[in-house]
């Protein structure tokens, strides 16, 4: 996909993580949804669902999730110089209640959220 920005790079993250335990709970992809376009809004206003739903298309177009995943974590390393902490926090925070939405936390689902937070350069003590 051409013309890929951070608001792409923060949904198919939020994707990944509601996807980590090997599948979709309606749960998890209504915190997706909520939280993403609590984000994008903001920025991208009326283009909102726009860049969701292209972002969901890159996310799918993926036939290998190791290299999708690096894909996402490069977009990711992007949004530490064009973020703030707060923005970013936001982000690990929202990463942990989609994890959560469906009840409980798969240890692939751990791993991916530390990951991220390494990627997104938030430590323990940035969370409060």
């Given at each position: 996909m051409e013309n890929l920005n951070l608001g792409h790079g923060l949904v198919a993250m939020f994707l990944e993580m509601a996807a980590s335990d090997g599948h979709f709970d309606k749960s998890e992809l209504q915190q997706v949804g909520a939280r993403a376009a609590r984000?994008?809004?903001?920025?991208?206003?009326?283009?909102?669902s726009k860049i969701i739903e292209e972002g969901c298309t890159w996310f799918d177009s993926f036939d290998d999730q190791a290299k999708r995943v690096q894909s996402i974590f490069n977009l990711g390393s992007k949004m530490v110089s064009a973020i703030p902490k707060a923005?970013?926090?936001a982000v690990i925070n929202d990463l942990a209640a989609i994890a959560n939405a469906d009840g409980k936390v798969e240890n692939i689902e751990g791993k991916f959220f530390v990951a991220c937070m390494e990627v997104l350069e938030i430590t323990k003590e940035d969370l409060g």
């Open positions: 984000h994008l809004n903001p920025v991208f206003g009326d283009d909102t923005g970013r926090a």
